[in-house]
């Protein structure tokens, strides 16, 4: 049995505790909803349990199709017990059809297909709030190095194909979502860590278009708390 001990790190809608083993931390997910950097902030009943199930079922997923991952066990329902690792300080964003940030950015009107998929990379940093960074810049500050960032890329559009395959057969789309990597604390392989959930991606629904992620906060479409429930539905089936 692992024993929790202290609170590492605070995020936004996790808290990430060290254990009596050095190599492994818990990741505890929160009922705390965000947006907009922290500016719009809410809480719903379940929503960290949704978010953890969520989670589960796609780091169990990606893991039976050869990805690594920090995820090891679930200790309670919103309670993930993971492997220890560094996070490297970059969103690796990969993007199937345009929505979001993309379309604001750029002249790409939302719901255009993305082909290739693409690939950005953001820096993760509040006080310069994300900047869209690429490989020179990361390599030249010391972030990560070029193999690594190549790997990290090769990885994401793996799972993207991983991702696209089972949400379809749910009756899902998968506009875009965001990873996080990290450098095991272990042995400093690049694993997938953080999370992959209702916050950090887009899905929607393939018949109606309907979204079925935090969008339905972010832009106020609904009723919050069914959607995170039946988005949850969707993907683990044993969740009634
Ligand atoms: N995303 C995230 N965390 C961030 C920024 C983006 O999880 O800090 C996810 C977001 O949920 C979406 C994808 O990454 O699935 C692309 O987000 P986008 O750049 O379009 O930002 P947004 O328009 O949501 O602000």
New binding site residues.
Partial sequence: MVTRGEALYRGKVKTIYRTDDENVFIAEFHDDLT???GKKKSSLEKKGYYNAKISEKLFRLLESNGIPTHFKDMLSETEMLVDAVQIIPI?V?V?NIA??????KYPVEEGRKLVPPVV?L?Y?SDEHG?PMINEDIAVAMGIASMDELGLMRRLALEINQVLIKFLDERGLVL????LEFGRSKKDGRIILADEISA????FWDKETGESL???VF?NDLGDVGSVYQEIARRIVSEIS
Avoid: L, M, Q
């Fill in positions: 947006a907009f950097d969103e964003i993007r929505a979001g940030s993309i379309t604001r950005v953001d993760k994300d506009p875009d979502f965001k916050d950090t991606c887009r992620d935090k969008d972010r």
